[in-house]
């Protein structure tokens, strides 16, 4: 997810398929909100362990997220350098058009995924402006899927891009509802619904009070400042490496303390 402000980088943001996570202009005030779960994490609580971070204190897996960009992943590579979980991009709103178009490496990464037994999730890269357009998304991702179970949520992946975008004047109000319509007919379909962000998002444009039914996915990327809230899921770089993948990859941690996978990965030795 990199940092992009100008319309062609918002189109070759496009044309290659990788999530973005802007920095405003705004300074992120990082205390935490006192209304949704507080993080028992601090950024001396994780140290590197091989091609992963690992949390010292508490108990977690590592995974990565892929679509397009990534291409051809060789998916039991990937599981044999330790990945234990893996989010797979099922399509996305264009910018610009607000079309709805399906990820091209979807079905390939989902089946190659669960091929060599990685536990799978999902997710959708969500332009919304409205509650019909988030239920629309949520239609789109559920046709591709089509039936197909998942092991982990299926994620509502909104993400600012620029103020010249066509999401760039939507409101906390109107993002926070189209969150909710999101996730309730992802749920209402028999899958685990999670909801992907970053600080500022999680400070300026979503009401995480109105969201705590559902799992977090935080990104990251700097190991200073300080978690805003307890999550799920840490997306910590965009810029990892891992065997089986050619170029950069999301990798995150999930906490299995908070609830999330518990049922998946059982209990995880180490504390």
């Known amino acids: 997810m990199k940092k992009w402000f100008g319309l062609c980088l918002v189109l070759a943001v496009l ?3 990788c999530m973005v996570s802007p920095v405003p202009e705004a300074p992120i005030v990082t ?3 006192p209304t949704v779960p507080s993080s028992p994490y601090a950024p001396e609580d994780f140290v590197s362990a091989g091609n992963f971070l690992h949390c010292v204190n508490g108990k977690t897996v590592p995974g990565i997220d892929v679509s397009a960009y990534q291409g051809d992943v060789d998916w039991p590579e990937v599981a044999a350098s330790g990945v234990k979980f893996a989010f797979v991009r099922l399509g996305y709103r264009g910018y610009a058009d607000g079309s709805l178009k399906e990820d091209a490496y979807a079905r390939k990464n989902l089946e190659g995924a669960s091929a060599a037994g990685i536990p799978v999730g999902a997710y959708f890269f969500s332009q919304a402006i409205s509650v019909e357009e988030a239920e629309a998304e949520a239609a ?7 039936g197909t179970e998942l092991d982990l949520p299926l994620v509502f992946d909104w993400e600012y891009v620029s103020d010249e975008a066509r999401t760039g004047q939507v409101d906390r109000e109107t993002l926070t509802e189209c969150t909710l319509a999101f996730c309730r007919a992802v749920e209402n379909a028999g899958y685990k ?4 962000f970053n ?3 999680s400070q300026e444009l979503l009401e995480l009070e109105a969201l705590t039914e559902y799992a977090w996915w935080l990104a990251k990327y700097d190991m200073e400042t300080p978690f805003p809230c307890r999550v799920d899921v ?3 770089t965009d810029v990892g ?3 089986g993948i050619r170029g950069n990859v999301d990798i995150n941690l999930l906490f299995t303390d908070f609830g999330l ?3 998946v990965f059982g209990e995880i030795p180490g504390a």
């Open 15 to 17: 044309l290659t398929g």
């Open 31 to 33: 205390e935490p909100d």
């Open 140 to 146: 789109y991702a559920l046709e591709i899927l089509a």
């Open 193 to 196: 619904a999670m909801i992907y």
């Open 199 to 201: 600080i500022y998002q």
């Open 234 to 236: 840490w997306q910590y």
């Open 241 to 243: 490496s891992i065997p």
């Open 261 to 263: 996978g518990e049922t």
